[in-house]
Every structure is written in structure tokens, then in C-alpha cells.
């Protein structure tokens, strides 16, 4: 194998899939890349057996050939040669890689691709075999910014260790739980066909597309049984999908408000942020005043000091106490590009409703306050 390709190409590249590389170092194979020239171009490949991520940088051809590389020494080699340098990179029968670079040179110890694991190209398969589904980037990236941060990371509850599509003819929702907040939006997205299916994508793969997602373009989603491969540009994400059943989320949202109100995101973030300062492991929530158009945040901590923080709101309701987790709070309000929300309440021991536009719920837990 010979190629020839230049820095900023060859470390935009492994930069991208190395965050699929192993950390547990299970099987030596898997703290490797997989470095393919043939002649489609230049192909570089990591797989943690649960994710695989694959992409194409630019270069020359001049042999074909592939060999998995210690990731990051390769890495590590790629990021000091010089800029704006061409690199040239050959593979010796003895399982060794060489690296040159004006006057740098480096010899790398390789293993075999035949000990690489596989992965599934499901782009390759008759597309009559497998449903294919296109989204806009911008469309999806928003919809997974407003969703991601409410999956739940307990292992022993993996149903909720990822984000539910449910596909529904030309309408996507995304839902997102880790059983004391829920995410819910929908956009109407191009999806070629009457394509149904809930699928729940898993918290690993989510991270990497939300990664490589931009303002332009499509996203491809493929199908097929319990297993996707996600196309973005030069970029292919390869995953399993969670198997199980997801929750009836809809039986958890309230069908009737009590007291609503409208209030501006970034005055509620920053009140929300300073009140949370005064929190600690013991004494997690604030506390919420809501009186004839006052909202007032407050927290007491015997051992920190108190804090108290007032905005002018629209609110004509009796008057409601209210305590809640402010991290809650802060990880939807800093994602809502929104100026304004509107935060809804049935009462002190119910779940509070935080909507923006007519497609996104945010329903969140109260906490005891003393």
C-alpha cells in the first residue's frame, strides 16, 4: 500500500473515528484504526464492536493495500508532522507501516486487516431489503440538541440509554427520558415513502452523529433489522439499535395546565444558573415563588448563604411554591435558541411543562423544599 495525502486531511479524519476506538483494550485489535487505500480513495475505520465510524480523507492513491495501526500513536504521529506537508505513507510486508514527512520519518508496528472486525455496509444491499430514510442536518441537529441531555445513563435501566425516533410517514419524533424528565419534539422531515418504525437509537451513536452533523445537507439513515448505518457527507456511522420497548411517554404528559406562563429563556437561565450556585450535594433543589407577576428563585443553604432572585413575569394565578432540580432546569434552557417559553403547573407535587413553538414538550419532576 502507498498513498500520498497531506496533515489536515489525515487528522481531521482520524480524529473523527479514533472516538470509536476502545478504551477497555478488550481485543488489541480494537485500540487500532483501519487505514484502506483502494480505488475509491482513502478509507479510515474504528469500531468498539457496539459502534463503527468510517470515513473517507482525501489523497492520492498509489498502491492499494490496508493495515490496522495502533490508533493513538498513529494519532499522536500524524498531529506533530508538519503543516501543509505532504505525507507519505507506505506498508510493508511485515505488518509495518512507514510515515514520512519532509524530513520526519516514523515506522509503525501494524496488525493484520484480517483481524479487523467487519462492519456491515448496508448502503451495498439491494434497497428494496432495507428502509432508507433522509433528514435535513440542521432539522436533526436541533431536534437531538433539545432531546440529548435528558437520556438516562443508569445501565440497568439501557431502554433509556438512547433517544426513541418514531418514524411516521413524513413526521419524525425524538423522545428522550431518564424517568424524572422527559424531551419530546417532532418536525415534519423528507423521508421518501410511507416509512413507520420506532427505533431507539443508543446514547454512543447519538454523541457521534450530534458530532458530525452541520447546518447543510442530508443525514441517510439504513435500516435493517436491529442494525443502522447513518451516512453525513464523507462520514458513515455504523450501530446496533436497542431492543426493547420504550415507555408510554404520551401518558405522562398533562393533558390540562393549571397556571401558565410566559417568561423569557436567557432572564429564567441566568436567575436559574446563579440561584444553583448555592446548591450542594445535601440540598440539590431551589425553590420557585410564583406570585402576581413576580417569580422569585431562591435557595437557602445553612452551611453557604442564601440567595434571591426576582423576575417580572405575566402571572395572574394564586400563589404556588414550587421546588425543582436546576439542573434540570439549565440543561433544556441553554439549548432553546427561543427568546421566550412558556412554563406551565398543575401543582407543587406534579410534573411542571416547559413548551417552545408548537413541537417541543419539556415535562420535569418537582423536588421537595423545605
Same mark, same amino acid.
Given at each position: 500500500? =502507498?498513498?500520498?495525502?497531506?496533515?489536515?486531511?489525515?487528522?481531521?479524519?482520524?480524529?473523527?473515528?479514533?472516538?470509536?476506538?476502545?478504551?477497555?483494550?478488550?481485543?488489541?485489535?480494537?485500540?487500532?484504526?483501519?487505514?484502506?487505500? =483502494?480505488?475509491?480513495?482513502?478509507?479510515?475505520?474504528?469500531?468498539?464492536?457496539?459502534?463503527?465510524?468510517?470515513?473517507?480523507?482525501?489523497?492520492?492513491?498509489?498502491? @492499494?493495500?490496508?493495515?490496522?495501526?495502533?490508533?493513538? /500513536?498513529?494519532?499522536?504521529?500524524?498531529?506533530?508532522?508538519?503543516?501543509?506537508?505532504?505525507?507519505?505513507?507506505?506498508?510493508? /510486508?511485515? $505488518? !509495518?507501516?512507514?510515515?514520512?514527512? %519532509?524530513?520526519?520519518?516514523?515506522?509503525?508496528?501494524?496488525?493484520?486487516?484480517?483481524?479487523?472486525?467487519?462492519?456491515?455496509? #448496508?448502503?451495498?444491499?439491494?434497497?428494496?431489503?432495507?428502509?432508507?430514510?433522509?433528514?435535513? $442536518? /440542521?432539522?436533526? =441537529?436541533?431536534?437531538?440538541?433539545?432531546?440529548?441531555?435528558?437520556?438516562?445513563?443508569?445501565?440497568?435501566?439501557?431502554?433509556?440509554?438512547?433517544?426513541?425516533?418514531?418514524?411516521?410517514?413524513?413526521?419524525? =419524533?425524538?423522545?428522550?427520558?431518564?424517568?424524572?424528565?422527559?424531551?419530546?419534539?417532532?418536525?415534519?422531515? #423528507?423521508?421518501?415513502?410511507?416509512?413507520?418504525?420506532?427505533?431507539?437509537?443508543?446514547? /454512543?451513536?447519538?454523541?457521534?452523529?450530534?458530532?458530525?452533523?452541520?447546518?447543510?445537507?442530508?443525514?441517510?439513515?439504513?435500516?435493517?433489522?436491529?442494525?443502522? $448505518?447513518?451516512?453525513?457527507?464523507?462520514?458513515?456511522?455504523?450501530?446496533?439499535?436497542?431492543?426493547?420497548?420504550?415507555?408510554?411517554?404520551?401518558?405522562?404528559?398533562?393533558?390540562?395546565?393549571?397556571?401558565?406562563?410566559? #417568561? %423569557?429563556?436567557?432572564?429564567?437561565? $441566568?436567575?436559574?444558573?446563579?440561584?444553583?450556585?448555592?446548591?450542594?450535594?445535601?440540598?440539590? !433543589?431551589?425553590?420557585?415563588?410564583?406570585?402576581?407577576?413576580?417569580?422569585?428563585?431562591?435557595?437557602?443553604?445553612?452551611?453557604?448563604?442564601?440567595?434571591? @432572585? @426576582?423576575?417580572?413575569?405575566?402571572?395572574?394565578?394564586?400563589?404556588?411554591?414550587?421546588?425543582?432540580?436546576?439542573?434540570? #432546569?439549565?440543561?433544556?434552557?441553554?439549548?432553546?435558541?427561543?427568546?421566550?417559553?412558556?412554563? %406551565?403547573?398543575?401543582?407543587?407535587?406534579?410534573?411542571?411543562?416547559?413548551?417552545? %413553538?408548537?413541537?417541543?414538550?419539556?415535562?420535569?419532576?418537582?423536588?421537595?423544599?423545605?
Amino acid at each position: 500500500m =502507498k498513498i500520498n495525502t497531506i496533515k489536515e486531511e489525515l487528522l481531521k479524519g482520524i480524529q473523527t473515528v479514533q472516538n470509536a476506538v476502545s478504551s477497555k483494550n478488550t481485543l488489541p485489535i480494537l485500540s487500532h484504526v483501519l487505514l484502506e487505500a =483502494k480505488k475509491g480513495g482513502i478509507f479510515l475505520t474504528a469500531t468498539d464492536l457496539e459502534i463503527g465510524i468510517s470515513m473517507k480523507v482525501g489523497g492520492e492513491v498509489i498502491e @492499494e493495500g490496508a493495515i490496522t495501526i495502533p490508533a493513538r /500513536k498513529f494519532s499522536e504521529i500524524i498531529k506533530e508532522l508538519p503543516s501543509q506537508q505532504p505525507i507519505y505513507i507506505s506498508v510493508k /510486508k511485515t $505488518q !509495518s507501516i512507514t510515515i514520512e514527512s %519532509g524530513k520526519s520519518y516514523f515506522r509503525l508496528v501494524g496488525l493484520s486487516k484480517d483481524d479487523f472486525p467487519q462492519l456491515p455496509d #448496508l448502503q451495498s444491499i439491494n434497497p428494496k431489503e432495507i428502509d432508507i430514510v433522509k433528514i435535513p $442536518q /440542521k432539522n436533526l =441537529k436541533n431536534m437531538i440538541q433539545l432531546t440529548a441531555f435528558a437520556m438516562s445513563h443508569d445501565e440497568t435501566r439501557y431502554v433509556l440509554n438512547g433517544i426513541l425516533f418514531n418514524f411516521k410517514d413524513k413526521i419524525l =419524533k425524538l423522545v428522550a427520558t431518564d424517568g424524572r424528565r422527559l424531551a419530546v419534539i417532532e418536525n415534519e422531515i #423528507l423521508v421518501s415513502g410511507n416509512f413507520r418504525r420506532d427505533v431507539i437509537l443508543p446514547m /454512543k451513536t447519538i454523541q457521534e452523529l450530534s458530532r458530525n452533523l452541520t447546518e447543510e445537507g442530508e443525514v441517510i439513515f439504513y435500516f435493517k433489522q436491529n442494525q443502522l $448505518q447513518i451516512n453525513v457527507g464523507a462520514i458513515n456511522i455504523t450501530s446496533r439499535l436497542i431492543e426493547g420497548e420504550y415507555p408510554n411517554y404520551d401518558q405522562v404528559i398533562p393533558k390540562k395546565i393549571k397556571e401558565e406562563l410566559k #417568561l %423569557g429563556t436567557q432572564d429564567f437561565l $441566568q436567575a436559574t444558573r446563579r440561584a444553583s450556585i448555592l446548591t450542594n450535594q445535601d440540598s440539590q !433543589s431551589i425553590k420557585i415563588n410564583l406570585i402576581k407577576d413576580r417569580m422569585i428563585i431562591t435557595k437557602n443553604t445553612p452551611d453557604l448563604g442564601e440567595v434571591r @432572585e @426576582e423576575i417580572e413575569v405575566n402571572y395572574k394565578g394564586g400563589e404556588l411554591t414550587i421546588g425543582f432540580n436546576p439542573v434540570f #432546569l439549565i440543561d433544556v434552557l441553554k439549548n432553546i435558541e427561543d427568546e421566550s417559553i412558556h412554563f %406551565g403547573f398543575i401543582d407543587p407535587e406534579k410534573p411542571a411543562v416547559i413548551r417552545c %413553538g408548537e413541537n417541543y414538550t419539556y415535562i420535569v419532576l418537582p423536588m421537595q423544599v423545605s
